[in-house]
């Protein structure tokens, strides 16, 4: 397989994983079932690896602009997370 396609969305790739584990461990603390957790946390991540796969030939015209709008996202929900983490939110 060539991972020359999806060497533009690399940081993407690494930072919403490690937003991911954020997310989960938010889930933990507020007392989800961690079954349930893993079960919908295996469903995003295959979903997204589905999407990422097969629009990458779609959308690598655009590779620019949903690294930006990615990364915003990701440092929203980090900064939301860590509120709510200290309780200001």
Request: aromatic share 12%; proline share 2%; glycine share 10%.
């Amino acid at each position: 397989m060539d991972w020359k396609p999806y060497a533009p969305f690399t940081a993407l790739l690494i930072f919403g994983n490690i937003e991911n584990l954020i997310l989960s461990s938010e889930g933990v603390i507020a007392g989800v079932n961690s079954f349930v957790l893993l079960i919908l946390s295996l469903i995003a991540v295959v979903a997204w690896l589905l999407l990422g796969t097969y629009g990458t030939n779609y959308a690598i015209k655009y590779a620019d602009y949903i690294e930006i709008i990615g990364g915003i996202a990701i440092i929203l929900l980090g900064l939301e997370s860590m509120l709510e983490a200290f309780g200001i939110l």
